[in-house]
């Protein structure tokens, strides 16, 4: 979306809409699935739980990466992929307020 037609919507709005848009890969969220699992630095292991080609993967990686979602180190050859917490925090809270609890009063269809 151009910056002009982003500002007709709240900061909000579009947070949510840039965090849906980073997880919207059945891959990426199989990538944050493995690491919230192990709940620690990866190395190299994302690959072979894919099944993806390295190329493929390294891309996923690289879209959750900046949106800060994870965060990487280099160790010798390889990166090292981890959440990121405090990230990982204000996505939950942004979509948490954004599925708030729905009771219709009538059947509206």
């Known amino acids: 979306m151009g910056a002009t037609k982003a500002a007709l ?5 579009n947070e949510i809409a840039a965090m849906a848009k980073a997880l919207a890969h059945p891959a990426r969220i199989a990538i944050l699935q493995y690491l919230v699992k192990k709940n620690a630095c990866v190395c190299g292991d994302l690959v072979e739980e894919l099944g993806l080609a390295q190329a493929t993967t390294s891309q996923h990686l690289k879209e959750l990466k900046s949106m800060g979602i ?5 160790e010798g050859a390889s990166v090292c992929y981890c959440i990121a917490p405090k990230v990982w925090k204000q996505y939950k809270e ?4 954004f599925f708030k609890e729905v009771t219709l009063e009538n059947k509206c269809c």
């Open 9 to 13: 919507f709240t900061r909000e709005q």
């Open 70 to 74: 994870i965060q990487g180190t280099v």
């Open 94 to 97: 942004l979509f948490n307020s």
